[in-house]
């Protein structure tokens, strides 16, 4: 968890400082399993990595990524389960994620999809991902925050349609996050029914800018 999120958090949670460390150390080994792994670890598995007891390590999970927690981290709707940890997935989605070529990661929307790169510095990182209009493939390689090639190699635009409920978590998050998606043209994106153009909260990004 990097400073400023650790800040908005405590802000919001009011939470104290001994108890923000817990949240510090469960971030960390998520985020670390995931990134090692593809996949999420179970609230089981976090609370032997904190040393405490199994409900302690499922508290933790709730306290750290629960509905009204963080904007971009959610669980599962009705569950204590890993749904979703910026900027991967842990349930599958049409952004899958390749380093090296090895392919186990799903990022969790388009623009989080190219942040994944980040975590993976030095590497190349391949998103393969389907335009929603055509269903024709969308292929991208980054590395270290630059766009190496893209598929089409011109033409791509994403869009953003933000909304309320990002602090909701669950099915409300999950819903604004379906709505960033990339297309292989503007056209395409104009024949998506997702697309509302007169609406005040969408934003749309050309690849190239």
Request: aromatic letters at 12%; hydrophobic letters at 40%.
């Amino acid at each position: 968890m990097n400073g400023s999120t650790r800040d908005s958090f405590k802000e919001m949670t009011n939470m104290p400082a001994t108890e923000l460390k817990t949240l510090d150390k469960a971030y960390a080994f998520i985020m670390r399993r995931i990134v090692d792994t593809g996949v999420a670890p179970h609230y089981t598995e976090l609370a032997s990595e904190l040393g405490v007891m199994v409900e302690e390590g499922r508290k933790v999970l709730n306290d750290l990524i629960g509905p009204g927690k963080m904007a971009g981290y959610w669980l599962v709707p009705g569950t204590d389960l890993v749904g979703s940890f910026a900027p991967f997935n842990n349930v599958p989605t049409h952004y899958r994620i390749s380093v090296e070529g090895q392919s186990k990661w799903w990022g969790q929307w388009a623009f989080e999809s190219l942040a994944v790169c980040w975590l993976f510095p030095g590497k190349t990182v391949k998103i393969d991902t389907v335009c929603l209009d055509c269903n024709e493939p969308i292929v991208l390689e980054v590395r270290d925050g630059k766009i190496l090639s893209s598929s089409p190699d011109e033409g791509i635009v994403g869009i953003s349609v933000f909304g309320f409920g990002f602090m909701g978590g669950g099915d409300i998050a999950g819903r604004n996050w379906v709505n960033m998606n990339f297309f292989r043209s503007e056209e395409h994106l104009n024949n998506w029914p997702g697309y509302d153009k007169s609406s005040e909260t969408a934003v749309v990004q050309p690849l190239s800018d």
